[in-house]
């Protein structure tokens, strides 16, 4: 059963950070999208940073261009999602989701999704 978990999120002032981590157990780690999505309340779900776990390729949203950073670790199986400079407009709930990719092509929507960490900016 494949599972991905969230954590991290919380609530910070503007200007601050948060970690965000999602565990990956059940799955098959290697060869896969793996994303970071958010979503508002009353908004469509954006995606924000994805990375292509065999090649360490990443895409990151403009909208968090030069202020969030995905990672992996692989040992851990395990995603990352590093937000620095938080803004309000970034408060949404943050979900990971995963999908096995033999070409390094990222197609949505991913298979796999977690259950989300509220990420909370105050001004």
């Known amino acids: 059963q494949v599972q991905l978990v969230e954590s991290g999120g919380g609530s910070v002032q503007a200007g601050g950070s948060l970690r965000l981590s999602c565990a990956a157990s059940?799955?098959?780690?290697?060869?896969?999208?793996m994303g970071w999505f958010r979503q508002a309340p009353g908004k469509e779900r954006r995606e924000v940073a994805t990375?292509?776990?065999?090649?360490?390729?990443?895409v990151i949203a403009d909208s968090v261009k030069g202020r969030f950073t995905i990672s992996q670790d692989n040992a851990k199986n395990t995603l990352y999602l590093q937000m620095n400079s938080l803004k309000p407009e970034d408060t949404a709930m943050y979900y990971c989701?995963?999908?096995?990719?033999?070409?390094?092509?990222?197609?949505?929507?991913?298979?796999?999704r977690g259950q989300g960490t509220q990420v909370t900016v105050s001004s």
């Open positions: 059940g799955y098959t780690y290697r060869s896969s999208c």
């Open positions: 990375i292509y776990t065999a090649g360490d390729t990443t």
């Open positions: 989701a995963a999908d096995f990719s033999f070409d390094g092509v990222c197609r949505r929507p991913y298979k796999y």
